[in-house]
Structures are given as C-alpha cells and as structure tokens.
C-alpha cells in the first residue's frame, strides 16, 4: 500500500477504497487518502480527509502536524500553526514542531538562532 501510495496515487486510492469497504472507523485508513492526495496536488481533498482521520482519533499528533503542513503550503500560516500548536500537546512529535516554526523564520536565522532558548520554545 505505501508503495502504491508514494508511486502511483490512483492506485494507492484504488486500494483505500476497498478497505474502506471492510471499515471506515480506521483514522489512518482516511490518512493514507490524505497522503494520496497530496501527490495529487489535491490539498483541499486531503484536508476533508485528515479531518475524518481527527474525528475518529482527535488526539492522534500526526494529524494536526499534517494539516498545519498543508495549511502552510498554502501560505495560511495563522491557521498552519493553529494545527501545530494542537499537535505539540503530543509530546512525541514536538522536534517536529520545532522544525516548522524555525522554517517559519528563516530569513532571520544567525548563528545565535539555534542556540538560543527562546528560538527554541514555541511560546
């Protein structure tokens, strides 16, 4: 399926469906859509879908970590970090966070940048 997903989406798509079939309360079948889509260059269809993926599993980091993603994508950065900020209440994806809002600032980025304590906080 990972394959079918990273190199041809169609196919990818085709296989979600017929587990969609078995069960549609699998979050991460409606995030593996969303993946799909994304190499679609289809945003809008795989925001529907990660937000399905958050109403069956709303305290799932990956999800709001992804939807920041695309919202920023998107040049929406207020609502990207609205998701980022609701995925760093999952402890485990928190260097990923901090990935993001250091992209957030690169133009501004010296030496001290990456050792100073408030370029590092998210607050």
């Known amino acids: 399926l990972l394959h079918a997903i990273e190199n041809n989406s169609n196919a990818g798509l ?3 469906s017929q587990a969609e079939a078995i ?3 699998c979050p991460f079948l409606f995030y593996a859509k ?3 889509f994304i190499q679609k260059k289809d945003p809008e269809s795989a925001m529907r879908c990660i937000h399905q993926s958050i109403k069956l599993s709303p305290k799932e980091g990956i999800f709001y970590l992804s939807l920041g993603d695309l919202f920023y994508q ?4 207020e609502m990207a970090i609205t998701y980022w900020k609701k995925a760093a209440q999952n402890i485990e994806y928190y260097h990923w966070i901090q990935q993001r809002y250091r992209a957030k600032h690169f133009n ?3 030496v001290d940048y990456w050792v100073s304590p408030e370029m590092l906080s998210l607050s």
């Open 74 to 77: 998107q040049r929406q950065v």
């Open 14 to 16: 085709e296989l979600l």
């Open 34 to 36: 969303a993946l799909c």
């Open 23 to 25: 069960t549609t309360s």
């Open 108 to 110: 501004a980025i010296s």
